[in-house]
């Protein structure tokens, strides 16, 4: 069998041609790093899996072609977070805005699920936005194009409005002051009566702290300082190095529903939080599993299903470990 061998500065990747497919195996040069995935089966090229590596680094080329090409992930994450709110045919024709898209798996996934709308990613790292070119050229994508933010602080000029908007994964990275500055522009950005979706940030109040930390308990309710050291401290992360501003970046303290309306709230159009009604989902808690409940842990999240919903009957609370948020512009 042909294999192939890329050395890294943080591990060596081995790749092997099994049926006009490449299959990858990692292995890191630190054993202490965490990584999501060490083995994933491709389409994609060695060129393209080699770029992969260089930008998102050896601990991370797996998963970030699993964000694509694994259909229980981002895939299905994206179908039922938009088709749980609207259909297809809304979408036909028109334009929709994937803000902070990374290296593009989102944006490519959005092309595939409506191939007779307009995509546009945004994304201010200019090193991503060569592997979403890459990748997009690779996929032979004709319904999507790419631009480069000046800063992680204001959009690119005259990219126009858009009927529908979309923050996968972002929200949660944003610092206090972007939040406040940098979402009322995207928002800004959206028609009259169009939707932002904002999906796969962590609830900032869910008692398991899941997205940065995998897993830390009641992290969510402790004062920063001590939050800082209990990540540092227990994490299997590897987080001790991190300062409380860098987890912060990475998405430690994630969002919730309210906080979002409040920031959009200021500008002149008013946010209306609508819920689903499509794919088998009649609240969030449904969405949250039809969104994650296949990929991983499965058994897992339908206990947390289960809780979720008996709390709810309860007290009326509607809480979910991400948000999965679909906001009408009026």
Not at 111 to 117: G, H, K, N, Y
């Amino acid at each position: 069998m042909e294999k192939q061998i890329l050395n890294k500065k943080d591990g060596v990747i081995e790749i092997e041609k099994i049926n006009n497919r490449n299959k990858i195996k990692v292995i890191l040069k630190d054993v202490n790093v965490f990584s999501p995935a060490l083995e994933f089966e491709t389409s994609y090229s060695i060129d393209l899996i080699d770029k992969i590596a260089d930008i998102k680094g050896s601990p991370w080329v797996c998963n970030e072609i699993m964000r694509d090409e694994s259909p229980d992930y981002i895939s299905n994450v994206l179908k039922h977070d938009i088709l749980s709110y609207v259909t297809t045919d809304d979408l036909k024709g028109k334009r929709i805005l994937d803000f902070g898209c990374g290296c593009g798996a989102s944006s490519v996934i959005l092309a595939r699920i409506f191939p007779e709308s307009y995509i546009t990613g945004i994304e201010y790292v200019k090193e991503f936005v060569e592997v979403c070119e890459m990748r997009k050229d690779f996929l032979h994508i004709k319904n999507l194009e790419f631009q480069i933010s000046p800063s992680s602080e204001v959009l690119p000029n005259d990219i126009g409005n858009f009927d529908y908007i979309l923050l996968s994964g972002v929200f949660e990275h944003l610092l206090g002051i972007e939040r406040n500055n940098l979402f009322p522009k995207i928002w800004d950005r959206l028609d009259n009566k169009g939707i932002m979706f904002l999906n796969g940030t962590p609830h900032r109040f869910f008692p398991i702290e899941m997205h940065t930390t995998s897993g830390l308990l009641f992290l969510n309710y402790l004062p920063d300082k001590i939050a800082h050291l209990y990540a540092k401290k227990f994490s299997k992360r590897g987080l001790n190095e991190m300062s409380w501003e860098e987890l912060l970046r990475n998405g430690i303290r994630g969002g919730y529903p309210s906080e979002i309306l409040k920031i959009l709230k200021t500008n002149s159009a008013i946010p209306i939080l609508l819920k689903p009604e499509y794919l088998g989902s009649k609240d969030r808690i449904d969405l949250w599993l039809n969104s994650y409940g296949s990929f991983s842990y499965s058994k897992i999240k339908k206990l947390i299903f289960y809780f979720l919903k008996g709390l709810k009957s309860i007290s009326g609370i509607e809480l979910t470990p991400y948000l999965s948020l679909a906001i009408k512009k009026m």
